[in-house]
Every structure is written in C-alpha cells, then in structure tokens.
C-alpha cells in the first residue's frame, strides 16, 4: 500500500484547504483511515479519522472546521479544513488504520509522504 498526501500549502487565517490523500497498492475501502498533524518540535498527533462505514472523529481542536471524508471508488481520503488558524500550521499526514473501526482507531505503518500547511496571521 503507498499513500500519496496531497493539497497542502501557504493561506491566510479563516482561509480554506482540501488536502487529498491517495492510495494505490491494496488499498480497501474495509479499513478505516486517518489524518495526522506535527508541527515543529511536537509530536505527531491525531486530527481525524473515518470509519470504513464512513463514521468520523475528530480532535477537539478541529471539530466543526475540519470534515473528512472517503471516496472508495477513487482510492481517496479527503480533508476538508475550514477556518483555519496558524495553530494548525503542520505537516499533515495520511495513514491506513489496521481495522475498520474509526472510534477505536489503530494506525498501521501505512503512512503517506506528509503535505505542508502553513496558516499566516
């Protein structure tokens, strides 16, 4: 399986951007799979994750801005991020879970390559 992370880039605060993330390999709509952040000098954290049933959870730092969402036919995650704030300012990554279950996420090391975001004040 290889993840391709794509969308990332330079935008003001309040803008929007939709970061892509897609798999070839033996990538199957039955995993679930997640969005994670790291800004310089922290650790890698979880933003979002969706079920293969298409539920979804979401830090609470990004609930109500952030959206995920899967398109299985293309291979494809997506993450919708509204509102954005310098505090999001990171490399985000995609990642293929070992199960199905999103609530109950367990990343595998299926990760993609990482796509920049910058937010400006």
């Known amino acids: 399986v290889q993840l391709q992370a794509s969308g990332g880039g330079l935008v003001q605060a309040g803008g929007s951007l939709r970061l892509s993330c897609a798999a070839s390999?033996?990538?199957?709509?039955?995993?679930?799979m997640g969005w994670y952040r790291q800004a310089p000098g922290k650790q890698r954290d979880v933003v979002a994750r969706?079920?293969?049933?298409?539920?979804?959870n979401y830090a609470d730092s990004v609930k109500g801005r952030f959206t995920i969402s899967r398109d299985n036919d293309k291979n494809t995650v997506y993450l919708q991020m509204n509102s954005l704030k310098p505090e999001d300012t990171a490399v985000y990554y995609c990642?293929?879970?070992?199960?199905?279950?999103?609530?109950?996420?367990?990343?595998?090391?299926?990760w993609g390559q990482g796509t920049q975001v910058t937010v400006s004040s």
């Open positions: 990642n293929r879970g070992k199960t199905r279950s999103g609530t109950n996420y367990v990343p595998s090391d299926y």
């Open positions: 390999g033996r990538f199957s709509g039955n995993y679930a």
């Open positions: 969706i079920g293969s049933g298409g539920s979804t």
